[in-house]
């Protein structure tokens, strides 16, 4: 090495530490491996990671390491080395371009003439090393031009160099200019050898332009695949409304064709007694009194009918009107808006945030839309841009009008009023009193009301319409009430109306038109859609008529009740469950089970109260832990039954009544060990690895542990279920942390039994609580995001929340126990859909436990008193 | 050789500036990833004295996948067979970035001095040595003298 002679030991030895042990060059963006060891991002640590698996071995330690979601390039910087490369560079070297001459030049032992010619070459007064022919002596010279030749000193005719400008005599200049020579020569070849790298580059340039064009390509295909499923879904939404309008008419012509019917009945019948009374006052002379009393009596009879006719008392029945709701404007401008493209720069979109980071993979669509709402920033903007999110699958509805009501309907509409006459009067009771949690509910109110209007903006005619037929069930409702008096008609009340009406009006098109696909909600239900982001809403006086219709559909009411009491925060988030409509995996499709198998007994494929269950992310096998039976069975996806492990006993790999259980990146079973307060580890294989926790409080202890999950960096999260609390573990299980303590009610980080905890691919933890009927949420350091649901059995309500599962969507899967139920939620806690009931039929469940959720989206139950497994 | 990766260029250049003792490692002039080696047997082990040929191949994947190397030269060790393939983890699945050509060859030099008769490839040699380790390294010694003195490079 030519420069180590100039430099000093440690300059050396800091230069070699600033090497990567893989490329053997510099650092360049060097990455910190868990293991502590650096690598360079490109091609060094890229190259390692096994794109299966995605798992990245350590060259130096062999550590296996689990590659972060958005790929090597998040692991994290080696500041300190980064720092290092930073260093003012020793003698003026560019390090990097200087390092690939530098290593060529050394290769041939000619660095020291060539790095002192350069320096000469730059006009620089430098000491130059005798390898150099006339360097050392021109260094003597000085000032140069004085005496004579500038190498030997002799006086006699001398040159100017053309290529140092110095004066030199004949031999001593060809010398110098043959050394020029071999010097140029060897620059050539250093060109030439460098030549390559750039054919090279060109290469990859020409790669790039085909991929760039096979990518853009493959979108346009992508953007006729899309416009293709929409103008598919506009003709089904076509054919759908004019079935619609075809069985209204069909209705309606029938019933006016009965009336027309009775009519004329009544016409022929009234003839005829016109007839007959003529003819018997006409031939019989001799009328009985009571004959002709009768007579009269049934004259005024009939009068009094004909007369009801001409009073309009006994109306014909006015057919109904049909109009056609059609936000048209909206489709046009969300089509017209429909699918941004998004460019982003090659090395920006892999250091850019997780949310570009996961939509880079998905440039079009529907998603993009998230733009604007990713920061609403009024609940006008909010409305509108949910509704335009929406809008790509929206087609109006048909407004029915004057619709009436079905008992039940009628039931569920009053209850739903009822509780909002409570709020009235609750106000009126104390009007002087400002009610802080009032003025956010009036606050909401107009807010969706303004969303109202927007939503609206169709048609004026259309939305006047619409409050005039809400004016009218209102006053339905008032009176099959009884209870309101006629004064609530003023100003506060309408003010508070959208939001209320707009709920009662779905629910009627949702009894009218129980065939009518919910996505197809035309825009009157977007104010119920709206919540204030970040405002505590109030939670309504709740009444538990159970509403609980059987068919799985959206309800967007839901989790704006369910979430009141509770803080919500709901933050900006990427999750796809937060803004598809209709998620990859068909919940609301869900409700028969595909797969059941199990029965009480301790054979193969017999269960004693199996409560957790897992999924491997590897192989797809399903981990049942056979809680009574003290052992973990493993089948596949389908319910083959593949092999048990476990037996009673506090020994390695024994168990006493395990719960949770989880399989992590690498295969690794974990589970929790209940009576023995501890987890085990085992291996693919089911053989053990290590256990760790014993029975206690400390940090590290554990109480009756429950569910386990493991985050995508290993680390185990233990639901530490009589100690109320959840503690992490490295994935050797080494302590890290713990969050949440005892306490009831609906404060933020208080738990009550919690029983299992699930960790998101975006890095949330959601915890059920179970004794307080709510998930919460929290990052991965503990901190508290926010909670859902609270007790009862409306939908988004739940009793003893137990296992949890999250899709690839976000949708999160919660196992309502003690209702008998799963309930699938949003990644922001928004209620989406459920099945299940009480019972031991296919679909029904006794004491639900755990969940898993199968690669092909199927969610795996474990249902407890009926010692099986069912696989939806 | 178009774009010969600058860590087999750098690697080369330090094994022949800073060669290590008992070694030598010598890129064939028509493929830069094709190794001429030469080992010395390490001292106080049966292969004392012999000069080992090896031959080393950097594969296209190198440095993420191991060389590959063969003894050229017969010798009778426990973990290396009659057609100088080699059984050393690091060569396969234990095979690492971080490893070099020179730190191969010294696993090689070491592999040697400590042959493993219960990891073997060869399982005669293995069996020899297991039963009579005396008689099995005076064969080596034998084989040494036979094979690995003042012989010239094979082909």
New interface residues.
Partial sequence: MSDSENMTYSAEHVQQLLRC?????RFKQPKLLPCQHTFCLSP?IE??VDRLTRIL????C?ADHIVPRGGPSHFPNNLTIISFLELPPLNGERPNVEA?VE?RA??QNVSSTRSSYRSQAAGRPTNRGPGLGIGGRDAGEGGGGGGGCAACRTEGRLARCSHCDQLLCESCKRAHMDMVRTDVNRLVSQVRRVL??V??QINTVGRKGAQLQNRCESLKSEVAEIIEKHIRDLKTRERLLAEDIDSFVLGELRGLRTHQENLEVELASMASFCDSAESTLSRTRHLTDGDLVELKRQCVENMATLRDYENGTLRPPVPRNIQLSAESQFLTSTISNFGDLIITSGSSALQASDMAGTRTSNMLGVPQRRTTMRAPETATDYALSVLSSRSSSLSPGIARRGGELQPRNARSAQVNFADEDLYEEDEEDSPPRSHPLRRAHRQTSSDSRIAGLMGGGGGSDNSNAISRQRRQNRIRRHRSLGALPSSNENSDQTESSPEREIPDRRRTRMFTLPDSDEESVGIGMAPSLTYPPRRPVRTPIRFDVSLNSPEPEEDEEGPRRSRGGAQVHVRADNSPSMYVTTPRNKYNQKGQAMIRFGERGNGERQFTWPRGVAVSPLDDFIFVSDSSNHRVQVFDNTGVYIRSFGCYGQGDGEFDCLAGITVNGLGQIIISDRYNHRIQIFDRGGNFQRAFGSEGTDDGQLNYPWGVACDNMGFIYVCDKENHRIQVFQSNGTFVRKFGRLGNGNAAGHFDNPHYVAVSSDNKVYVSDSSNHRIQVFSIYGDFLFSFGISGTLRGQMKFPRGIAIDNQGFVVVADSGNNRVQIFRADGRYYSMFGAWGSENGQFKGIEGLAILSNGNVVVSDRENHRIQIF | MAGLPRRIIKETQRLQADPVPGISAIPDEANARHFKVEVAGPVKSPYEGGTFHLELFLPEEYPMSAPKVRFMTRIYHPNIDKLGRICLDILKDKWSPALQIRTVLLSIQALLSAPNPDDPLDTNVAEAWKKDEESAIEEARQFTRQHAMGNKPQQ
């Avoid at chain 1, 042990?21 to 060059?25: A, H, K, Q």
């Avoid at chain 1, 071995?57 to 130096?60: A, T, V």
């Fill in positions: 042990s893989v490329c053997l060059d060094c190259g390692l071995r350590c060259p130096e062999r690939v290593s050394a290769a390559p790298q054919t090279e």
